[in-house]
C-alpha cells in the first residue's frame, strides 16, 4: 500500500502529447457513393389531417381506411393527390385528397439535386378521429 504524498507537495502535471499534423496522405479517403446511395429520402414536414365534423366521426364504426398517392415537385409542394383505395366512403375519400393537397414535404436528393417524389399516404378515420401514415414510395 503506498502512502499519498505530503501536502505541501504539488504534483507535476503529465506532459501532454505533440500534435501530430495531417497531410493528404494519411486522411480516408472519401466514400465513393453508387448508384444505389444517390436515392435520398425526403421528408414530411408539414402534414394536414381532413377536417371532419364530431357528427360525422361519430357515424363510423370500427376503422374507415382511404389511401391517396401524392405527387410532389422538388420544391416539396404536392402537385397532383389521387386516390389508390377509395375506402367505403365518398365522402372521407374526398375529404383525405382535399387534405394532401395542402401537404408539405422536403425533396429527395438525387446525384446532389432535389428531385420530385411520390407518397402514399393511408388515413384511418375511428370515431376518435383521423390520423396519416405517410411513406416515400419510389417513381
Known amino acids: ?11 507535476a502535471a503529465p506532459t501532454p502529447a505533440p500534435a ?7 486522411v480516408p479517403a472519401a466514400k465513393t457513393r453508387n448508384s444505389s446511395d ?4 425526403g421528408e414530411v414536414l408539414e402534414q ?3 377536417k371532419i365534423s364530431t357528427k360525422a366521426l361519430s357515424t363510423i364504426n370500427g376503422t374507415v381506411r382511404v389511401v391517396v398517392r401524392a405527387h410532389v415537385d422538388e420544391a416539396g409542394q404536392v402537385t397532383g393527390a389521387e386516390l389508390q383505395e377509395a375506402g367505403p366512403s365518398r365522402y372521407f375519400a374526398d375529404k383525405a385528397v382535399q387534405a394532401t393537397q395542402d401537404w408539405l414535404f ?3 436528393e438525387v446525384n446532389g439535386r432535389s428531385a420530385a417524389s411520390d407518397w402514399v399516404i393511408r388515413f384511418e378515420y375511428t370515431h ?5 401514415y405517410p411513406e416515400q414510395i419510389a417513381r
Open 20 to 26: 501530430v499534423m495531417r497531410s493528404a496522405d494519411n
Open 48 to 50: 394536414a389531417l381532413p
Open 38 to 41: 444517390t436515392q435520398g429520402r
Open 128 to 132: 376518435n378521429g383521423v390520423k396519416a
Open 106 to 108: 422536403s425533396s429527395p
Open 1 to 11: 500500500m503506498s502512502t499519498p504524498p505530503p501536502a505541501n507537495t504539488i504534483a
